[in-house]
């Protein structure tokens, strides 16, 4: 039997085959019924994945280490270990003093963060953060009116 090219129909015969070719090769049920492919049932699908390994270890180590950089640029403790090695005669030993300090805040903000995440959402950390530096931006904006307008 052919196909009828102009209206699109496909006899019925070669629809059961197809959907038994597809249901071969991809982990989909196949109802003859109403001719529709549906989703795995729970014994066909695999594990779930978490977060971390749908983004894959590496993406996470580039997106930390991109945002720290980019937030360590010119802030103060770049500029005080500038300072300090200008002054200094061994800059490689200002370079480690730096880079270990920079490291152990590094462990004390993970293992704070981990032990505040199995103790709160991180929908309220996040939240918690956002009002903890919207207060020192609006401390720091009312020092600087203050100085500038009143003082």
């Not at 805040?105 to 903890?132: D, H, N």
């Amino acid at each position: 039997m052919k196909s009828d090219s102009f209206s699109g129909k496909v006899p019925q015969s070669q629809k059961d085959l197809e959907q038994k070719e597809i249901s071969k090769s991809l982990p989909l049920s196949v109802s003859s019924e109403t001719d529709t492919l549906s989703p795995p049932t729970s014994s066909q699908s695999e594990k779930p994945v978490t977060k971390a390994q749908k983004t894959g270890v590496w993406s996470v180590f580039v997106y930390t280490f991109v945002t720290i950089f980019l937030a360590e640029i010119g802030d103060k403790t770049q500029l005080t270990t500038l300072l300090m090695t200008a002054e200094s005669q061994s800059p490689w030993i200002i370079f480690v003093g730096t880079g270990s300090a920079l490291v152990i805040t590094s462990l004390l903000g993970v293992l704070l963060g981990q032990w505040l995440v199995s103790r709160l959402s991180p929908k309220t950390i996040e939240r918690a953060a956002g009002i903890v530096l919207l207060l020192i931006s609006l401390t720091l904006i009312a020092e600087v009116f203050y100085e500038n307008f009143l003082g």
